[in-house]
């Protein structure tokens, strides 16, 4: 058995409540299928679902816990390496089959995922992602009541650029 190769057999492992912790599971072995099948249209939605099986290990686990310390080492890797190869296609050394549709909208599945995403990270890493969004598109940034350090980001409002 090698972890995160096959999706979680919960029923078999008693873990009754793991569908109600994990709303979208991921195994490599889906991320593999869906790319020998094509089902990708970038290399960011690969990403997407490779995360995925990080966030929901360390979602379902307790912190401190083996699976947990192994989710967060494969993520840090996983993002130090593919931010290896996204810099490289920014730089125009390699060209993805995502660069043709920067200039779409996204899809309402995505914008359902991204929103899903968001209160799976970590603060730090959503304050990376406000970061991001207030250089790149601040109008998708709204301020709640004033004096409080409260913002709701406005998914309709992300310019897919």
Known sequence: WVPFR???NWRELGLDDYPQIVKKPMALAD????LTSGQYRSASEAYD???????NCMAYNMDGSDFYKLASKFKARFEDMYAKVASRE??????????????????PEEQ??????????????????????????PSALEKKAAGLDELEI????????
Request: with cysteine.
């Open 6 to 8: 096959e999706p979680v």
């Open 49 to 55: 679902d490779v995360t995925l099986i990080w966030y």
């Open 112 to 137: 359902i995922h991204f929103a899903h995403n968001i209160y799976m990270i970590k603060s730090e890493e959503l304050g990376e992602v406000v970061t991001r969004l207030d250089h790149s598109c």
């Open 31 to 34: 991320v593999k299928s869906k």
């Open 90 to 107: 920014t730089d125009g050394l390699a060209v993805g089959a995502g660069d043709q549709e920067l200039d779409r909208a996204p899809t």
């Open 154 to 161: 406005n998914i309709d409002a992300i310019d897919p650029r």
